[in-house]
T-cell receptor, first 112, second 113 residues
Framework: EAQVTQNPRYLITVTGKKLTVTCSQNMNHEYMSWYRQDPGLGLRQIYYSMNVEVTDKGDVPEGYKVSRKEKRNFPLILESPSPNQTSLYFC???FGEGDTQYFGPGTRLTVL | GDSVTQMEGPVTLSEEAFLTINCTYTATGYPSLFWYVQYPGEGLQLLLKATKADDKGSNKGFEATYRKETTSFHLEKGSVQVSDSAVYFCAWFSSGSARQLTFGSGTQLTVLP
Protein backbone atom coordinates (compact mmCIF):
# COMPACT_ATOMS: atom_id res chain seq x y z
CA GLU A 1 0.00 0.00 0.00
CA ALA A 2 1.33 3.42 -0.98
CA GLN A 3 1.75 5.47 2.14
CA VAL A 4 3.67 7.95 4.24
CA THR A 5 4.39 6.78 7.77
CA GLN A 6 5.40 8.86 10.76
CA ASN A 7 6.62 7.84 14.19
CA PRO A 8 5.79 8.39 16.90
CA ARG A 9 2.16 9.42 16.54
CA TYR A 10 2.10 11.02 19.96
CA LEU A 11 4.96 12.37 22.03
CA ILE A 12 5.15 14.26 25.30
CA THR A 13 8.58 15.53 26.23
CA VAL A 14 10.30 18.22 28.28
CA THR A 15 12.09 21.37 27.25
CA GLY A 16 15.59 20.78 25.94
CA LYS A 17 15.41 17.02 25.41
CA LYS A 18 16.44 16.23 21.84
CA LEU A 19 13.95 14.28 19.79
CA THR A 20 13.52 12.92 16.28
CA VAL A 21 10.30 12.31 14.39
CA THR A 22 10.75 9.83 11.58
CA CYS A 23 9.06 9.97 8.21
CA SER A 24 9.17 7.35 5.49
CA GLN A 25 7.46 6.99 2.11
CA ASN A 26 7.26 3.98 -0.20
CA MET A 27 6.21 5.76 -3.40
CA ASN A 28 9.67 6.64 -4.69
CA HIS A 29 8.82 10.32 -4.39
CA GLU A 30 11.59 12.85 -4.83
CA TYR A 31 9.97 15.71 -2.94
CA MET A 32 9.36 15.53 0.81
CA SER A 33 8.25 18.18 3.26
CA TRP A 34 7.46 18.84 6.91
CA TYR A 35 4.59 21.01 8.10
CA ARG A 36 3.24 22.07 11.42
CA GLN A 37 -0.44 22.66 11.98
CA ASP A 38 -1.64 25.13 14.59
CA PRO A 39 -5.21 26.32 15.22
CA GLY A 40 -6.18 29.21 12.99
CA LEU A 41 -2.88 29.14 11.08
CA GLY A 42 -3.41 26.29 8.68
CA LEU A 43 -0.28 24.37 7.73
CA ARG A 44 3.07 26.06 7.63
CA GLN A 45 6.07 24.51 5.96
CA ILE A 46 9.12 23.87 8.12
CA TYR A 47 11.60 22.30 5.71
CA TYR A 48 11.47 20.57 2.38
CA SER A 49 13.71 18.38 0.27
CA MET A 50 13.80 18.22 -3.50
CA ASN A 51 15.92 15.07 -3.52
CA VAL A 52 18.57 13.14 -1.61
CA GLU A 53 21.04 15.47 0.11
CA VAL A 54 19.04 18.54 -1.00
CA THR A 55 17.10 20.33 1.71
CA ASP A 56 15.86 23.89 2.14
CA LYS A 57 14.04 26.05 4.65
CA GLY A 58 10.32 26.65 4.56
CA ASP A 59 8.45 29.41 6.35
CA VAL A 60 9.17 28.38 9.95
CA PRO A 61 12.53 26.54 10.14
CA GLU A 62 13.82 27.98 13.43
CA GLY A 63 14.47 25.28 16.02
CA TYR A 64 14.29 22.40 13.55
CA LYS A 65 16.75 20.33 11.52
CA VAL A 66 16.22 17.76 8.80
CA SER A 67 18.31 15.35 6.79
CA ARG A 68 17.73 13.42 3.59
CA LYS A 69 20.32 10.68 3.34
CA GLU A 70 17.99 8.26 1.59
CA LYS A 71 15.17 8.94 -0.82
CA ARG A 72 12.49 7.33 1.33
CA ASN A 73 13.33 8.89 4.70
CA PHE A 74 13.12 12.48 5.90
CA PRO A 75 13.47 12.76 9.69
CA LEU A 76 12.64 15.93 11.60
CA ILE A 77 15.01 16.75 14.45
CA LEU A 78 14.37 19.07 17.36
CA GLU A 79 17.74 19.59 19.03
CA SER A 80 16.37 21.52 22.02
CA PRO A 81 12.57 21.54 22.00
CA SER A 82 10.69 24.43 23.55
CA PRO A 83 7.01 24.77 24.51
CA ASN A 84 6.27 26.90 21.42
CA GLN A 85 7.04 23.83 19.32
CA THR A 86 4.01 22.06 20.76
CA SER A 87 2.01 21.34 17.64
CA LEU A 88 0.69 18.76 15.21
CA TYR A 89 3.35 17.80 12.66
CA PHE A 90 2.80 16.33 9.22
CA CYS A 91 5.24 14.83 6.78
CA UNK A 92 4.29 14.81 3.10
CA UNK A 93 5.77 13.57 -0.16
CA UNK A 94 5.16 14.02 -3.87
CA PHE A 95 6.81 13.28 -7.18
CA GLY A 96 7.63 16.93 -7.71
CA GLU A 97 7.25 20.16 -5.77
CA GLY A 98 3.99 21.19 -7.48
CA ASP A 99 2.40 17.77 -7.60
CA THR A 100 -0.23 16.27 -5.32
CA GLN A 101 1.23 15.78 -1.88
CA TYR A 102 0.57 12.64 0.16
CA PHE A 103 0.45 13.20 3.89
CA GLY A 104 1.36 11.06 6.83
CA PRO A 105 -1.08 10.58 9.73
CA GLY A 106 0.53 13.26 11.87
CA THR A 107 2.57 13.43 15.07
CA ARG A 108 1.14 15.30 18.02
CA LEU A 109 4.00 16.76 20.02
CA THR A 110 3.69 18.34 23.44
CA VAL A 111 6.72 20.06 24.97
CA LEU A 112 6.39 20.77 28.68
CA GLY B 1 2.92 39.03 -0.47
CA ASP B 2 1.58 35.79 -1.85
CA SER B 3 -1.23 34.30 0.22
CA VAL B 4 -4.47 32.38 0.22
CA THR B 5 -7.57 33.59 2.07
CA GLN B 6 -10.14 31.06 3.06
CA MET B 7 -13.63 31.42 4.43
CA GLU B 8 -13.68 31.43 8.20
CA GLY B 9 -15.38 28.62 10.00
CA PRO B 10 -16.79 26.69 11.57
CA VAL B 11 -19.60 25.88 9.17
CA THR B 12 -22.54 23.78 10.33
CA LEU B 13 -25.07 22.45 7.83
CA SER B 14 -27.91 20.00 7.79
CA GLU B 15 -27.62 16.90 5.64
CA GLU B 16 -28.47 17.54 1.97
CA ALA B 17 -27.79 21.28 2.26
CA PHE B 18 -25.72 23.16 -0.33
CA LEU B 19 -22.12 23.92 0.59
CA THR B 20 -19.86 26.75 -0.50
CA ILE B 21 -16.46 27.43 1.03
CA ASN B 22 -14.80 30.51 -0.41
CA CYS B 23 -11.12 30.68 -1.29
CA THR B 24 -9.21 33.50 -2.95
CA TYR B 25 -5.51 33.77 -3.60
CA THR B 26 -2.96 36.46 -4.14
CA ALA B 27 -0.09 35.21 -6.21
CA THR B 28 2.12 36.19 -9.06
CA GLY B 29 2.05 34.05 -12.14
CA TYR B 30 -0.37 31.20 -12.73
CA PRO B 31 -0.56 28.96 -9.69
CA SER B 32 -1.97 25.47 -9.44
CA LEU B 33 -4.89 25.34 -7.00
CA PHE B 34 -5.90 22.58 -4.63
CA TRP B 35 -8.48 21.60 -2.08
CA TYR B 36 -7.32 19.19 0.60
CA VAL B 37 -9.56 17.54 3.21
CA GLN B 38 -8.62 16.39 6.70
CA TYR B 39 -10.93 13.89 8.35
CA PRO B 40 -10.80 13.61 12.16
CA GLY B 41 -7.54 12.12 13.39
CA GLU B 42 -6.05 11.79 9.91
CA GLY B 43 -3.58 13.53 7.68
CA LEU B 44 -4.63 15.69 4.75
CA GLN B 45 -5.62 14.15 1.47
CA LEU B 46 -6.20 15.71 -1.91
CA LEU B 47 -9.85 16.36 -2.71
CA LEU B 48 -9.47 18.06 -6.09
CA LYS B 49 -7.20 20.33 -8.05
CA ALA B 50 -6.99 22.62 -11.08
CA THR B 51 -3.85 23.67 -12.87
CA LYS B 52 -5.00 26.41 -15.24
CA ALA B 53 -7.66 29.06 -15.65
CA ASP B 54 -11.24 27.81 -16.19
CA ASP B 55 -10.31 24.27 -15.19
CA LYS B 56 -12.90 22.57 -13.01
CA GLY B 57 -11.75 20.04 -10.45
CA SER B 58 -14.27 17.53 -9.16
CA ASN B 59 -14.33 14.57 -6.81
CA LYS B 60 -16.87 12.90 -4.50
CA GLY B 61 -19.55 15.39 -5.55
CA PHE B 62 -17.35 18.39 -4.74
CA GLU B 63 -16.44 20.90 -7.44
CA ALA B 64 -14.26 23.98 -7.73
CA THR B 65 -13.52 26.16 -10.76
CA TYR B 66 -10.27 28.09 -11.24
CA ARG B 67 -11.41 31.67 -11.82
CA LYS B 68 -8.43 33.73 -12.87
CA GLU B 69 -10.42 36.96 -13.24
CA THR B 70 -11.54 36.84 -9.61
CA THR B 71 -8.49 34.85 -8.34
CA SER B 72 -10.85 32.41 -6.69
CA PHE B 73 -11.29 28.67 -6.29
CA HIS B 74 -14.48 28.24 -4.27
CA LEU B 75 -15.46 24.74 -3.16
CA GLU B 76 -19.06 23.64 -3.71
CA LYS B 77 -21.20 20.59 -3.15
CA GLY B 78 -24.87 20.35 -3.96
CA SER B 79 -25.91 18.00 -1.17
CA VAL B 80 -23.64 17.36 1.79
CA GLN B 81 -23.62 14.20 3.88
CA VAL B 82 -22.70 13.57 7.50
CA SER B 83 -19.56 11.81 6.24
CA ASP B 84 -18.37 15.11 4.69
CA SER B 85 -17.71 16.50 8.17
CA ALA B 86 -14.03 17.43 8.11
CA VAL B 87 -11.63 20.35 7.83
CA TYR B 88 -11.15 21.68 4.30
CA PHE B 89 -7.98 23.49 3.20
CA CYS B 90 -7.50 25.58 0.12
CA ALA B 91 -3.93 25.64 -1.17
CA TRP B 92 -1.94 26.89 -4.11
CA PHE B 93 1.40 26.26 -5.65
CA SER B 94 3.27 28.73 -7.78
CA SER B 95 6.38 28.00 -9.76
CA GLY B 96 7.52 31.58 -9.17
CA SER B 97 9.75 32.74 -6.38
CA ALA B 98 7.85 31.03 -3.54
CA ARG B 99 7.91 27.49 -5.02
CA GLN B 100 5.96 25.93 -2.18
CA LEU B 101 2.45 24.77 -1.40
CA THR B 102 0.72 27.55 0.57
CA PHE B 103 -2.31 26.62 2.66
CA GLY B 104 -5.27 28.58 3.88
CA SER B 105 -6.22 28.42 7.54
CA GLY B 106 -8.80 25.69 7.04
CA THR B 107 -12.59 25.57 7.40
CA GLN B 108 -14.21 23.15 9.82
CA LEU B 109 -17.41 21.67 8.36
CA THR B 110 -19.93 19.83 10.50
CA VAL B 111 -22.91 18.19 8.84
CA LEU B 112 -25.81 17.27 11.11
CA PRO B 113 -28.21 14.41 10.31
Amino acid sequence: EAQVTQNPRYLITVTGKKLTVTCSQNMNHEYMSWYRQDPGLGLRQIYYSMNVEVTDKGDVPEGYKVSRKEKRNFPLILESPSPNQTSLYFCASSFGEGDTQYFGPGTRLTVL
Amino acid sequence: GDSVTQMEGPVTLSEEAFLTINCTYTATGYPSLFWYVQYPGEGLQLLLKATKADDKGSNKGFEATYRKETTSFHLEKGSVQVSDSAVYFCAWFSSGSARQLTFGSGTQLTVLP
